[in-house]
């Protein structure tokens, strides 16, 4: 039997929340599939993410900046837009649209040996 | 550098060519990014897909039925509807709507060793 069918799009956390909501969609294999909402947030003064997996994330709705290091501009990012982010490359949201929530889908993959 | 922003929703195929669009758009590694664009394809009548590979899929536009072997009904999917389909889990298309492209992103993930 496999799973009921699940919509992404459904559910969204209500605007104004202090935080990004973060939900597993797929876990415990060499991918982990996410679904992330933002409402406005943006990673705090400072703060740059380092992660040890690979990343291919794409916005499908709403709007975001995002910042990668040694890149000049920030990317302004809508629906449909997707990138690669490899591993350790450092990178941070610089905004999100706080008047609408911003669906992200990351795919995280894991290094291979 | 990292490789420039591409959009999901951009370059479709138009509507009446004779086959899917496939597209990778991260390959060579224990997770596959697949865009697949139906524009009214169905499987062949008797066909099903039996993979190796678990894959998780989520339409992002558009409209279709899926079919997996075992189950009564067929799974009606539009904008957002996802589910994981384990390894071997026969299923097909059964029809996809011929008026909008119906725009896929399937993650396939390489089985454990």
């Known amino acids: 039997m496999l799973p009921?069918?699940?919509n992404l799009f459904a559910d969204l956390p209500p605007l104004g929340r202090p935080d990004e909501e973060v939900r597993d969609l797929l876990a415990g294999r060499a991918v982990r599939i996410e679904r992330i909402v933002s409402t406005g947030q943006a990673s705090p003064p400072g703060f740059w993410y380092d992660q040890p997996w690979d990343e291919w994330v794409v916005?499908?709705?709403g709007a975001a900046r995002l910042r990668?290091?040694?890149?000049?501009?920030?990317r302004l990012l809508g629906p449909g837009d997707h990138l690669?982010?490899?591993?350790?490359?450092?990178?941070?949201?610089?905004w999100t649209d706080p008047e609408t929530p911003s669906i992200w889908l990351a795919v995280h993959c894991r290094p291979e040996p």
Request: hydrophobic residues 50%; aromatic residues 0%.
């Open 59 to 61: 916005l499908l709705a």
């Open 4 to 6: 009921p069918t699940a």
């Open 68 to 74: 990668v290091a040694g890149e000049t501009e920030a």
């Open 84 to 94: 690669l982010i490899p591993a350790h490359a450092r990178h941070r949201v610089e």
